[in-house]
Nanobody, 114 residues
Framework: QVQLVESGGGSVQAGGSLRLSCALS????????VAWYRQAPGKTREFVARMAGGGVTDYAESVKGRFTISRDIAKRTVYLQMNNLKPDDTGVYSCRAVAGREYWGQGTQVTVSS
């Protein structure tokens, strides 16, 4: 049973924006710590952004000032707003939640062309 479902990926040109969504199943508390990771072709998965249960956020240096993680508790969804996208942002973006155990979504593809 899928507990995290990502959506919102797509193809954009450099400088464009996308908003990714990570919907949490009812088995995962809306206050769970949630993070976004990405994996580019031929590279290892890397941390992008996280939101702790209390709302504190943290970002990878490469996305600071361009990406924003947020949460809508009523919709049980965590978002990743990505602005001023660059080709290096290309990859499969996955969300991870920690609520007693670790959960991962299936990922959504983001492609940024120059």
């Amino acid at each position: 049973q899928v507990q995290l479902v990502e959506s919102g990926g797509g193809s954009v040109q450099a400088g464009g924006s996308l908003r990714l969504s990570c919907a949490l199943s009812r088995l995962i508390a809306t206050t769970a710590a949630v993070a976004w990771y990405r994996q580019a072709p031929g590279k290892t998965r890397e941390f992008v952004a996280r939101m702790a249960g209390g709302g504190v956020t943290d970002y990878a240096e490469s996305v600071k000032g361009r990406f924003t993680i947020s949460r809508d508790i009523a919709k049980r969804t965590v978002y990743l707003q990505m602005n001023n996208l660059k080709p290096d942002d290309t990859g499969v973006y996955s969300c991870r939640a920690v609520a007693g155990r670790e959960y991962w979504g299936q990922g959504t593809q983001v492609t940024v062309s120059s």
